[in-house]
C-alpha cells in the first residue's frame, strides 16, 4: 500500500507520504522539496542507535550533508533546557534559513524540533519523521509544536507546519509493545470522534499481528481525520478541538505524576473514558458508551482509571488547559462512538458536577 494525502490551508500546501521501507529513500524524497545541501536531524538516543546507520547513508546518498541533534529520550527532554542545546547545536554546524531540519522521532522529538524550526532564526524549514505510532497518526500533522513548562504541558507553542511528513509503518516493528498501545489510544480517539467503523474494527482485531496487517490503513484513516479537521480549523478554535477528546484531562494527569507513571496514550486513555462516564451520567451521551470505550481500552492494556490521594489537583491541572477563556473551558462530549461535539461551559460546573472520585473507581 502507497498513500498519500494533501494538506491545504491555503496558504501552505504539504504532503503526508504514508509507505513501508520510505526511511531507506527518505533522501531521495527530500530531494524532491529540497534542493539545499545542508540538513540538521533532531532525534533521541535510542532512535539514532536503532536508525542511524540506516537513516545518515540514506541521506549522503542523495548528495546532503547532514549533521546530527541527538536528545536524551522521554518527556522530559521537551523543556527549555534542551531548546537551548538545540540552538547551539544548529549554530555549531552552520544551519542557517537556506537549510532543513529533518525531525526524526516520536511526539517528543517532534513538537521540540519542530519548535526549535519556528524559533531559529525566525524559522527555517523542517519535514518531520515520525517515529511511533503517537506521532504517526497524530502529533505529527497539524503543524502544532511545543515545549513543556513546569506548571504544564505544551504551554509554550506555535503553529509550524513542515514541509512535509514521511510515516513508515515498518518504524513501528521496533516500538515496545507499550507505547504501540500508548499510539493505539489516540487512533481509539479518532475512532470515537469521528470514524466508527474504525472503533469497531480496533474492536475486533484479536491479536497483535491482524493490527500489524491493518496497520496501514489505520494510520491512513486517522491521518485523512486529522487533515480534515486541520484544513476547517488550522489554529484550533473550533472544529479541530475535537482532536482535544480525553486531552483535558490526560494532560492534567500526566501533570499530577510528573510525566512519569503515564505515557501521554495512556493518560488520554483515562481522560476519554472519565469524560464519557461524566457525559452519560449527565444524559449527553449514548447509555453503554463509556462501558465500549472501557473494553476497547482494556483489550489493548490501556488503562482507565487511576489511584490520586488529591483530586482537587486534576481540578487544577484542567484549568490550566490551552483551550479555556476566562472561566469558560471546552470539553469534547460523545454524543455516541462516532459522533463528538465540543461544549462550552464554565470551570465551576465541571468543579460542581464531575465527580472527580470516580477516578480511583472501576
Given at each position: 500500500?502507497?498513500?498519500?494525502?494533501?494538506?491545504?490551508?491555503?496558504?501552505?500546501?504539504?504532503?503526508?507520504?504514508?509507505?513501508?521501507?520510505?526511511?531507506?529513500?527518505?533522501?531521495?524524497?527530500?530531494?524532491?522539496?529540497?534542493?539545499?545541501?545542508?540538513?540538521?536531524?533532531?532525534?533521541?538516543?535510542?532512535?539514532?542507535?536503532?536508525?542511524?546507520?540506516?537513516?545518515?547513508?540514506?541521506?549522503?546518498?542523495?548528495?546532503?550533508?547532514?549533521?546530527?541533534?541527538?536528545?536524551?529520550?522521554?518527556?522530559?527532554?521537551?523543556?527549555?533546557?534542551?531548546?537551548?542545546?538545540?540552538?547551539?547545536?544548529?549554530?555549531?554546524?552552520?544551519?542557517?534559513?537556506?537549510?532543513?531540519?529533518?525531525?526524526?522521532?516520536?511526539?517528543?522529538?517532534?513538537?521540540?524540533?519542530?519548535?526549535?524550526?519556528?524559533?531559529?532564526?525566525?524559522?527555517?524549514?523542517?519535514?518531520?519523521?515520525?517515529?511511533?505510532?503517537?506521532?504517526?497518526?497524530?502529533?505529527?500533522?497539524?503543524?502544532?509544536?511545543?515545549?513543556?513548562?513546569?506548571?504544564?504541558?505544551?504551554?509554550?507553542?506555535s503553529f509550524y507546519h513542515p514541509k512535509a511528513v514521511f510515516i513508515d509503518p515498518e518504524l513501528l516493528k521496533t516500538l515496545d509493545k507499550r507505547f504501540l498501545y500508548d499510539g493505539l489510544a489516540e487512533a481509539i480517539k479518532y475512532g470515537c470522534i469521528r470514524d466508527k467503523k474504525l472503533f469497531l474494527a480496533l474492536s475486533d482485531y484479536n491479536t497483535i499481528e491482524e493490527l500489524n496487517e491493518s496497520m496501514e490503513y489505520m494510520i491512513h484513516s486517522c491521518c485523512t481525520i486529522k487533515k480534515e479537521l486541520v484544513e476547517k480549523d488550522e489554529k484550533d478554535t473550533g472544529a479541530r478541538m475535537l482532536l482535544n477528546f480525553g486531552h483535558t484531562i490526560g494532560h492534567a494527569i500526566e501533570k499530577y505524576f510528573n510525566y512519569e507513571k503515564y505515557t501521554h496514550g495512556e493518560a488520554v486513555a483515562i481522560g476519554m473514558h472519565m469524560m464519557t462516564r461524566f457525559s452519560e451520567d449527565l444524559g449527553m451521551t449514548r447509555a453503554g458508551t463509556a462501558e465500549a470505550i472501557r473494553n476497547i481500552l482494556c483489550k489493548y492494556n490501556l488503562p482507565h482509571c487511576i489511584d490520586i490521594d488529591d483530586t482537587s489537583k486534576i481540578f487544577e491541572g484542567i484549568k490550566l488547559d490551552k483551550k479555556n477563556v476566562g472561566d469558560h473551558i471546552n470539553i469534547v462530549v460523545l454524543k455516541e462512538i462516532g459522533d463528538a461535539e465540543v461544549i462550552k461551559t464554565s470551570t465551576d460546573f465541571i468543579k460542581e458536577k464531575f465527580d472527580f472520585a470516580a477516578i480511583t473507581r472501576n
Open positions: 500500500m502507497n498513500s498519500f494525502l494533501d494538506i491545504n490551508l491555503g496558504h501552505k500546501k504539504y504532503p503526508i507520504y504514508i509507505r513501508k521501507g520510505l526511511i531507506d529513500e527518505l533522501g531521495t524524497e527530500i530531494r524532491k522539496i529540497y534542493g539545499g545541501s545542508k540538513i540538521a536531524v533532531i532525534t533521541d538516543e535510542n532512535l539514532n542507535c536503532l536508525y542511524g546507520g540506516r537513516l545518515f547513508p540514506a541521506l549522503k546518498a542523495a548528495g546532503f550533508e547532514a549533521s546530527s541533534i541527538v536528545l536524551p529520550p522521554g518527556e522530559k527532554s521537551k523543556s527549555f533546557d534542551t531548546l537551548l542545546g538545540i540552538y547551539d547545536s544548529l549554530i555549531d554546524s552552520g544551519i542557517n534559513r537556506s537549510h532543513l531540519i529533518v525531525v526524526f522521532g516520536g511526539g517528543v522529538a517532534g513538537d521540540i524540533g519542530g519548535f526549535a524550526a519556528s524559533t531559529y532564526l525566525r524559522g527555517i524549514p523542517y519535514v518531520q519523521v515520525p517515529t511511533s505510532l503517537l506521532a504517526q497518526i497524530d502529533s505529527s500533522i497539524g503543524g502544532k509544536v511545543a515545549v513543556d513548562l513546569k506548571q504544564g504541558k505544551n504551554l509554550v507553542g
